[in-house]
């Protein structure tokens, strides 16, 4: 049994105004930003930001009709990077005896995964945790912010700061103070890293090597909330764009797992959620940040993420708007405080480091435009995302009950 409430949540984004051609985010509704807060309605328990799901008209009544529980001895959070629709119906399939409620939800600004996971975590807007990127402006220097490493030469920041900036009070520290067990699981790469440690600090961490390792865990912790994070679809996308035989190969593999242990499931709710979705580029649509009008522009280089979305710094705005002005037709370029005041990165309290990261101008790409700016490190991608495409902006959710 599956209920699908996508259509209906695209029609009340539609009516709203939200959904076009790009999409704005819906933070006080249909949004990721409200994971964790129906994250802990479901535990039972209050999380202050953010609105819960359930309390949403469309969703309650879908999980009404399927008659799932609105509380859970054990809640799964599998947060699978870059996951799209077609591909999570592909899941349903496999789990279609059990209660099954699938929709759609809208991204942040910009739809980068570092934004995405503090708001989806939180119940926080981007404007009030000031994690605008993975590269963002600190002490004057771009800094990759999950390694917290120079993309232009610089020293590099200590894993105190990655911690600090981390610093949020999210689902986890709820949960803690809540004496509700948490475990995360992360693949062997990512549980390795110095950074995961730091930003997961104090909570437990286990790793996977595969998929039915994964899910195998996923039984065998006994903690009442889990949070598994699932990356390699990013990556394939990323690399290889969507035409990737690996796209298969590792959804297959995924949903085989997922079938092993689907009868072994007990008492237990998985929520299934992406971040964002990605889109194809072009690579001859390419808008170089560096040419030498803009040099002179500048007051530090700018921050790009995912080639898809930029910060420019400068203190000559009205002449940059003036070279960039042909370029209207592959990238918009907002003034900051319209995009404040627009609401792209939602409303409430004003992060410290908010405004200076997000610098003067805020240029986002449309259709397959990349936007590329010369860092040490820089990598050209086949798909990529960070921007308001509906490609980008709209990602699946599935609330699965066993």
Do not use: W
């Given at each position: 049994?599956?209920?699908d409430i996508?259509?209906?949540?695209?029609?009340?984004?539609?009516?709203?105004?939200?959904?076009?051609?790009?999409?704005?985010?819906d933070?006080?509704?249909?949004s990721?930003?409200?994971?964790?807060?129906?994250?802990?309605?479901?535990?039972?328990i209050?999380?202050?930001?953010?609105?819960?799901?359930?309390?949403?008209?469309?969703?309650?009544?879908?999980?009404k009709?399927?008659?799932?529980?609105?509380?859970?001895e054990?809640?799964?959070?599998?947060?699978?990077?870059?996951?799209?629709?077609?591909?999570?119906?592909?899941?349903?399939?496999?789990?279609?005896?059990?209660?099954?409620?699938?929709?759609v939800?809208?991204?942040?600004?910009?739809?980068?995964?570092?934004?995405?996971?503090?708001s989806?975590?939180?119940?926080?807007?981007?404007?009030?945790?000031?994690?605008?990127?993975?590269?963002?402006?600190?002490?004057?220097?771009?800094?990759?912010i999950?390694?917290?490493?120079?993309?232009?030469?610089?020293?590099?920041?200590?894993?105190?700061?990655?911690?600090?900036?981390?610093?949020?009070?999210?689902?986890?520290?709820?949960?803690?103070s809540?004496?509700?067990?948490?475990t995360?699981l992360l693949p062997?790469?990512?549980?390795?890293?110095?950074?995961s440690?730091?930003?997961f600090?104090?909570?437990?961490?286990e790793?996977?090597e595969?998929f039915?390792?994964?899910?195998l865990?996923?039984?065998e912790?006994?903690?009442r909330?889990?949070?598994?994070?699932?990356?390699?679809?990013?990556?394939?996308?990323h690399?290889?764009?969507?035409s990737?035989?690996k796209?298969h190969?590792?959804?297959?593999?995924?949903?085989?797992?997922?079938?092993?242990e689907?009868?072994?499931?007990?008492?237990t709710?998985?929520?299934?959620?992406?971040?964002?979705?990605?889109?194809?580029?072009?690579?001859?649509?390419v808008?170089?940040?560096?040419?030498?009008?803009?040099?002179?522009c500048?007051?530090?280089?700018?921050?790009?993420?995912g080639?898809r979305?930029?910060?420019?710094?400068?203190?000559?705005?009205?002449?940059?708007?003036?070279?960039?002005?042909?370029?209207?037709?592959?990238?918009?370029?907002?003034?900051?405080?319209?995009?404040?005041?627009?609401?792209?990165?939602?409303?409430?309290?004003?992060?410290?480091?908010?405004?200076?990261?997000?610098?003067?101008?805020?240029?986002?790409?449309?259709?397959?435009?990349y936007l590329?700016?010369?860092?040490?490190n820089?990598?050209?991608?086949?798909?990529?995302?960070?921007?308001?495409?509906r490609?980008?902006?709209?990602?699946?959710?599935?609330?699965?009950?066993?």
């Open positions: 049994m599956t209920t996508s259509e209906a949540i695209l029609d009340h984004l539609d009516r709203e105004g939200l959904i076009g051609d790009l999409v704005r985010p933070y006080t509704g249909y990721i930003l409200n994971v964790a807060p129906t994250i802990a309605a479901f535990l039972g209050n999380l202050e930001t953010g609105k819960p799901l359930q309390q949403l008209e469309i969703v309650k009544g879908a999980i009709a399927e008659g799932i529980s609105p509380k859970h054990k809640v799964v959070l599998l947060f699978i990077d870059s996951f799209n629709k077609s591909m999570d119906d592909l899941i349903i399939d496999a789990v279609k005896e059990k209660k099954c409620v699938s929709g939800l809208t991204s942040t600004f910009p739809s980068l995964t570092p934004t995405c996971t503090a989806m975590t939180t119940g926080i807007p981007p404007i009030s945790h000031g994690i605008v990127g993975f590269n963002i402006l600190i002490e004057g220097s771009i800094y990759s999950f390694e917290l490493e120079p993309m232009l030469g610089g020293k590099e920041l200590s894993l105190d700061f990655l911690k600090e900036i981390f610093d949020l009070p999210d689902i986890f520290a709820l949960c803690k809540e004496g509700i067990g948490v995360i062997e790469d990512i549980a390795a890293k110095e950074s440690t730091a930003i600090e104090d909570i437990r961490i790793q996977f595969s039915r390792e994964m899910f865990k996923v039984r912790i006994e903690d909330f889990l949070y598994v994070y699932i990356p390699v679809f990013d990556t394939i996308l690399d290889e764009g969507a990737s035989a796209i190969s590792e959804l297959s593999n995924l949903i085989e797992a997922l079938k092993s689907v009868d072994n499931f007990k008492n709710l998985l929520f299934l959620i992406s971040d964002h979705g990605q889109i194809e580029l072009n690579p001859e649509n808008l170089r940040l560096d040419n030498a009008r803009l040099l002179r500048y007051t530090h280089p700018p921050a790009v993420s080639g979305i930029a910060y420019l710094y400068t203190d000559s705005v009205e002449e940059v708007e003036s070279i960039l002005e042909k370029e209207k037709d592959r990238v918009i370029l907002m003034r900051s405080e319209d995009a404040v005041s627009g609401g792209l990165f939602g409303k409430g309290s004003v992060a410290a480091e908010f405004k200076e990261r997000i610098g003067d101008l805020v240029l986002i790409a449309k259709g397959n435009t590329k700016y010369p860092y040490l820089d990598k050209t991608y086949k798909s990529s995302h960070g921007a308001l495409s490609e980008e902006m709209l990602v699946p959710f599935t609330l699965i009950e066993f």
